[in-house]
Structure formats: C-alpha cells, structure tokens
C-alpha cells in the first residue's frame, strides 16, 4: 500500500510538471500573437498560426505543438526540449541558441531557419525539410535524421556525430569542419558539398554519394567506403584513407586523390549506384 501510494505521489508530481505552464500567459499568446519569457511548458498548442510572433526565450518544454506554423518567428534561445514539433512550420524562424534536445520534428519545414548553435540532441528529424538552413555550431549528436532535405544548408562546424544520415539530401550544403564522426550517411547524397576538413572517422559511408564535393583534408580514419562514389571530388589532403579501404569505392579521372591512392573507375563498376537526382525522395 505505501509503495502505491508513493508512486501516485510521484505520478501526481509528473503530471502537474507536465501542466506547469502559466494560465495567463496562454492567454496571453493567443490574445496577442506573443509572449516573450513566457512559461508555456507543457501546454497544448497544436495546429495554432503564430507567424511571426515574438517568442524570445519562451519556455515551451515538453508541449504538444504538432502541425503548428512558428514560421518567421523570433524563438532566440527557446525551450523546446522534448516537445512535439511533428509536422509544425518553422520556416524563417530565429531558433538562435534554442535549446531542442529530445524533440519532434519529423516531417517539419525548417527553411532558411536560423538554428545558429542550437542543441538539438537526439532529436528526431526524419523527413525534416531543412533547405538553406543556417545550422552553423549546432549540435546534431545522435539526431535521427532520415531522408532530411538539407540541401544548400550551413553546416560549417556542426556537431554530427553518432547522426543517422540514412538517405539524407545535403547537395550543396557548406559543411566545412563538421563532426560526422560514426555518423550513419548509407546512400546520402552530398552533390557538390563543401567538406573540407570534415571528419568522417568511423562513419558508414556505404553507397554514399559524393560526386563533385570538395573534401580537401578531411578526415576518413577508419570509415566504411563500401560503394562510395567520389566521381569528380576533390580528395586532395584527406587523411586517414587506406587503399584497401578504397577497393570497393569508385571515382572517374576527375577525382583528384592523395599521393599513391587509386580508385576503379565508377562507369566499370557494375555494383556503383549513381544516384545524381536531387532530394531526399527523388
């Protein structure tokens, strides 16, 4: 009886946790499209149109905001840990510093978004539209990201380690110094992507697609090149590649490689996929 009662007791603390947003300030919000510093933790916001609001600092933590349009919004430095974001329009939003770990995104429109450092930890990005997103310093850790559209994006610096990259669109994307160490990118396509110095140390880069991208210097110790297509990429610099870590990647004369590297050419390769189509579902 008592262990039951202490588990009401600490179901009843969760629960008013989850409703700790602050009544007046819904009010607020809905009355006046904004609310700047406000506790909106927890409440349910779902399919509300708040382009443009001013939502500087809000507490949105753990909220249900599915199919909700935040877009051209000033969020600089919100709290969107674990809330559901699933399907919301966040295109031209300020997320500056935002905090986003744990979060929904699947299937949400982040165009041209400012996620300048924001964390956005273990977050779920699947399908997620992210083209000409500024994501500069962010931290991308163990995202799952699955067929994310982030062509065009900025990526320089960005954290994405341990990220599940699986059939992920980053075509033109400026992805110079980014972390993708073990970072899952099995059939990604990275058309002319700017990488240099970026590390792929222990990535799965199977099928990977990096046709026309500039990898000077960056960083492939001990990743997996299993089909790998470096057709017209310039490898100039690159560390850590071995040759018998080549031997299933492709190129064609144009790939320009570091000194005593081979790669088999990709038109005679029979196994080479060469996927050139553009996004994530093409």
């Known amino acids: 009886m008592r262990l039951f009662a202490l588990t009401g007791a600490v179901a009843m603390v969760f629960a008013l946790q989850a409703q700790a947003f602050n009544a007046d300030h819904v009010e607020r919000l809905k009355s006046t499209g904004s609310c700047e510093n406000c506790d909106l933790s927890g409440a349910s916001l779902m399919g509300m149109s708040l382009s443009g609001a001013k939502l500087g ?15 051209n919004c000033d969020m600089t430095g919100a709290d969107l840990r674990r809330s559901n974001l699933e399907k919301g329009t966040l295109d031209g939003a300020n997320l500056e510093n935002a905090r986003i770990a744990g979060a929904d995104l699947e299937k949400a429109s982040l165009r041209n978004a400012n996620l300048y450092r924001a964390d956005l930890r273990d977050s779920d990005l699947g399908k ?5 997103a500024n994501l500069e310093d962010a ?7 699955k067929r994310a559209d982030l062509r065009g994006a900025r990526l320089p610096h960005a954290q994405l380690g341990l990220a599940r990259l699986e059939r992920s669109d980053l075509s033109g994307a400026n992805a110079r110094r980014a972390d993708f ?3 899952d990118m099995d059939r990604a396509r990275l058309l002319g992507t700017d990488l240099r110095d970026a590390d792929f140390s222990d990535a799965r880069l199977e099928r990977t697609n990096f046709t026309g991208a500039n990898l000077q210097g960056a960083v492939f110790s001990d990743a997996l090149l299993r089909r790998t297509v470096f057709s017209d990429a310039d490898l100039t610099g690159a560390h850590g590649l071995k040759q018998d870590r080549m031997r ?14 081979t790669l088999k050419d990709c038109e005679m390769d029979p196994e080479a996929v060469i996927d050139t189509a ?5």
């Open 57 to 71: 600092r809000v507490n949105l933590r753990e909220s249900d905001l599915k199919n909700i349009d935040f877009s």
């Open 248 to 261: 299933e990647a492709c190129g064609n004369a144009q790939t320009k490689l570091p000194k005593g590297l």
């Open 181 to 183: 160490t073990n970072a």
């Open 139 to 145: 931290d991308l850790r163990n995202v799952l990201m």
């Open 278 to 282: 553009v996004g994530p579902n093409s």
């Open 128 to 132: 997620t539209d992210l083209r000409e």
